[in-house]
């Protein structure tokens, strides 16, 4: 979830990361790893964003991982060979403090090649930084602040200030699942107003995945291993439609119940 909802956050509020880590309001659209290779490499937090003549790479990151710098200078090749007339700027985004040497590597050596990216530890940023536009604010929590609970205060009072009722829930969503990482749940529900976090994207798909979390243990206990093709056909119903099934299958006794339900509740 939390690679999630970096990947909305870059990609939704893409000028406000541009401004941030580039240093002007470049507008940036998405760029799928797939135009740079038939096999993408597996990033759990990857965002391209492109520009006429740059491109910006973020790889969030909640644990260190021996192969960020390796897939920092594959990245770059692949996107040089793509478009090798445009700049590119690459950032390696740690989400959570760590003693972990891995997190001040910032460069990919091996024998005489050398490629360099840059590294942001959010616990050793500003916190004011990320007051600056709303796409930041959720990551002000985990900015360096001795009161966290009180940055998410204020937090919750600039999401408060945001005119956009569908911004202002999205925001609000994010930063909830974001100040999970350093803060009590009960606090955070406390600070931060559920019924603004409702209608966003992020708190549906929150509630999305709780959904097909509970109608999957239960459809294991009652017929068992689900094989493949009706699970890729449950993953694609809606939470509507997730309810409904997880009502029903309290009557099932076979696989052969739950294909006859996905061939009547399926459009």
């Known amino acids: 979830m939390f690679d999630n909802v970096c990947r909305f956050l870059a990609e939704s509020f893409s000028a406000d990361f541009a401004t941030w880590l580039i240093g002007e309001p470049v507008a940036l659209t998405e760029l799928s790893s797939s135009e740079l290779s038939l096999e993408p490499i597996r990033a759990d937090a ?41 700049r590119m700027v690459q950032y390696v985004i740690y989400l959570q403090p760590t003693t972990s040497e891995l997190v001040q590597q910032t460069a990919f050596v091996l024998e005489s090649t050398r490629h360099e990216f840059r590294v942001i530890r959010l616990w050793e940023q500003p916190s004011d930084v990320f007051f600056s536009t709303p796409g930041l604010l959720p990551f002000a929590t985990l900015s360096q602040t001795d009161d966290k609970a009180r940055t998410l205060q204020q937090v919750a009072d600039a999401i408060e200030g945001i005119n956009d009722n569908r911004i202002q829930s999205n925001i609000a969503a994010s930063t909830a699942v974001l100040a999970g990482l350093v803060l009590d749940k009960e606090l955070i529900r406390r600070l931060l107003r559920s019924d603004t976090m409702r209608e966003s994207v992020i708190y549906q798909d929150i509630q999305q995945e709780r959904a097909l979390s509970i109608v999957m243990r239960l459809l294991r206990r009652k017929v068992g291993t689900v094989p493949p093709a009706q699970l890729l056909k449950i993953q694609a119903l809606d939470s509507t439609q997730l309810d409904n ?9 076979s696989l052969a119940d739950l294909e006859a339900w996905l061939a009547q509740n399926q459009g």
């Open 46 to 86: 990857l965002i391209l964003l492109q520009s006429d003549d740059i491109v910006l790479h973020i790889e969030f990151q909640t644990e260190p991982k021996a192969v960020i710098p390796f897939r920092m200078t594959d990245y770059r090749l692949r996107v040089y060979r793509r478009f090798p007339r445009k």
């Open 245 to 253: 099934l997880a009502e029903a299958l309290l009557d099932f006794n």
